[in-house]
């Protein structure tokens, strides 16, 4: 059957676990489908001394030294399962510098030194894979990269992160508020102690970078994306939405417009009740893409998790080793072959809901549309309640389609009226599907 390809690990946690676990369970499918054997040699990890039963009486060799794996010249795929900034880029480039093929699950190198990686990777002849980096095991880059090809893509959006979609499930369906549904996020292992990255939305926002830069073909940084989490979302946003027939979701969203160009960003969304993303619950991720001649798809899944991730990282492996094979490295290179402008955030278009505590009295409900008005904001509905016990209303307002900059101005103008106490939230809508 020819040589077998000999792959080196970097990680051992639950992702590297995973990987071990698909390798040994599929063995015999993915031999046949590679056409040679692949034998995991080396694992990278902190503490030599820890326990490790899935890698027990496996001959795989444990290590602390990563030129132990780097240095030796059986080692032909270097699978890279760190995660974090540094040192997992350096020794990524080290193993590629190595002639070593890479695959990775690392959003972070790959959001914030995606043009390294690729740029070595080509002057090397090696492969650098990253499938598992966004959607865990859903399949998303290599549809991008290859499968959608015959497209212009003009808008992407997805659920990437599932801590937030759990966590806003449950405010949806049990009518907790933030605080709340944390602290049972993290019981339940889905949100860290520090849960930072994921419910300011930046752990979104590195996979909004990725995958505007594979969609549209044009390098997106990090610091390209405009980012919101979801920590100002209370339990009295998520019953206005449903009364008017939304859901909120914290959504990555990536828009290539020829007339404004290129608009990634990341933050809470009314969605209609009818859109495919909607009924996307837990934690469950998705991508919905629109492409001129596809139409709309979506790639649906589970985002996170030992087995599904190592799906996507295994698969990768598969990949390079009939490149291997094949003798053909980095058929389908960097993609972002293009330098579109990017849309800045004040002339972004959106919807917007907006919730105020105002005075109630009369009047107020006029001064209310006047400040919107002489801001150039069109209002499409408005909603007053009265507070029970307050002499103090509700104002809830959603627009119609406004550059950010005007209801920016707008809720500047509200903020200074004697009758508004408070600016409560302003969430922008999705009213495509509306």
Same mark, same amino acid.
């Given at each position: ?5 000999k792959?080196?690990l970097?990680?051992?946690g ?6 071990v ?5 599929n ?9 040679? $054997?692949l034998?995991?040699?080396k694992v ?5 001394? #820890? ?9 795989i060799?444990? =290590?602390?030294?990563i030129n ?5 010249p ?5 699978i ?7 040192p997992a ?6 193993a590629?510098e190595?002639?070593k ?16 990686m690729?740029?070595?990777s ?5 492969? /650098?894979? /990253?499938?598992?980096?966004v959607?865990?095991?859903i $399949? ?12 212009r ?7 990437v992160?599932?801590t937030?979609?759990?966590?806003l499930t ?6 907790c ?7 049972e996020a993290q019981d ?6 520090n ?5 300011d ?12 830069s594979?969609? /549209? ?8 994306v ?5 920590t100002?979302?209370?339990p ?10 939304y859901?909120? #979701?914290l ?5 290539d ?8 960003r990341?933050h809470?969304?009314?969605?209609p009740?009818s859109h ?7 934690? /469950? ?6 492409g001129?001649?596809?139409?709309e798809?979506?790639?649906?899944g589970?985002?996170?998790g030992s087995? $599904?991730?190592?799906?996507a ?12 094979i094949?003798?053909k490295?980095?058929?389908v290179g960097?993609?972002c ?5 990017l849309?800045?955030l ?11 505590l ?10 209310i ?15 007053? =309640?009265?507070?029970?016990v307050?002499?103090h209303?509700?104002?809830?307002a959603?627009?119609h389609?406004?550059?950010?900059? #005007?209801?920016?101005e ?6 200074d009226?004697?009758?508004v106490?408070?600016?409560r939230?302003?969430i922008?809508?999705d009213?495509?599907?509306?």
């Amino acid at each position: 059957m020819g040589k077998t390809i000999k792959l080196g690990l970097l990680g051992s946690g639950t992702v590297g676990s995973g990987v071990v676990k698909v390798l040994e369970m599929n063995r015999r499918e993915i031999t046949e489908r590679v056409g040679r $054997p692949l034998e995991l040699k080396k694992v990278l990890v902190r503490d030599t001394g #820890k326990k490790r039963p899935f890698l027990e009486g496996k001959g795989i060799e444990i =290590t602390d030294d990563i030129n132990a794996i780097l240095q030796d010249p059986d080692i032909d795929i270097v699978i890279e399962l760190m995660g974090g900034l540094h040192p997992a880029r350096e020794y990524m480039l080290r193993a590629m510098e190595a002639g070593k093929h890479v695959v990775t699950a690392n959003k972070d190198v790959v959001a914030q030194f995606g043009q390294d990686m690729f740029d070595t990777s080509e002057k090397q002849d090696v492969d /650098f894979l /990253f499938e598992a980096s966004v959607g865990g095991g859903i $399949p998303i880059i290599a549809p991008l990269k290859q499968c959608l090809t015959a497209n212009r893509i003009t808008e992407i959006m997805g659920i990437v992160n599932g801590t937030t979609n759990y966590m806003l499930t449950k405010m949806s369906e049990d009518g907790c508020d933030y605080a709340t549904v944390l602290k049972e996020a993290q019981d339940k292992g889905y949100a860290e102690a520090n849960p930072s990255a994921d419910v300011d939305g930046l752990d979104a926002a590195r996979k909004a970078a990725i995958l505007a830069s594979l969609a /549209f073909n044009t390098r997106v940084q990090l610091e390209d994306v405009s980012v919101e989490g979801i920590t100002k979302i209370t339990p009295e946003d998520i019953e206005y939405a449903t009364d008017l027939g939304y859901v909120i #979701k914290l959504l990555a969203v990536g828009k290539d417009s020829e007339a404004d160009g290129v608009d990634v960003r990341v933050h809470p969304v009314f969605l209609p009740k009818s859109h495919p993303l909607a009924s996307v619950n837990g934690v /469950f991720n998705a991508i919905f893409v629109r492409g001129n001649a596809i139409g709309e798809a979506m790639f649906y899944g589970q985002g996170a998790g030992s087995l $599904p991730t190592a799906s996507a990282v295994v698969s990768d492996v598969i990949d390079v080793a009939r490149d291997i094979i094949q003798g053909k490295f980095g058929r389908v290179g960097c993609t972002c072959y293009e330098q579109k402008r990017l849309c800045p955030l004040e002339k972004t278009v959106s919807s917007y809901y907006v919730r105020l505590l105002v005075d109630d009295k009369p009047g107020v409900l006029g001064v209310i549309a006047t400040a919107f008005g002489d801001a150039g904001v069109s209002l499409k509905s408005v909603i007053q =309640t009265s507070l029970k016990v307050t002499d103090h209303a509700e104002i809830v307002a959603i627009t119609h389609p406004v550059q950010h900059a #005007k209801i920016e101005e707008a809720l500047a103008v509200l903020k200074d009226l004697p009758v508004v106490d408070e600016i409560r939230n302003m969430i922008r809508v999705d009213n495509e599907r509306g």
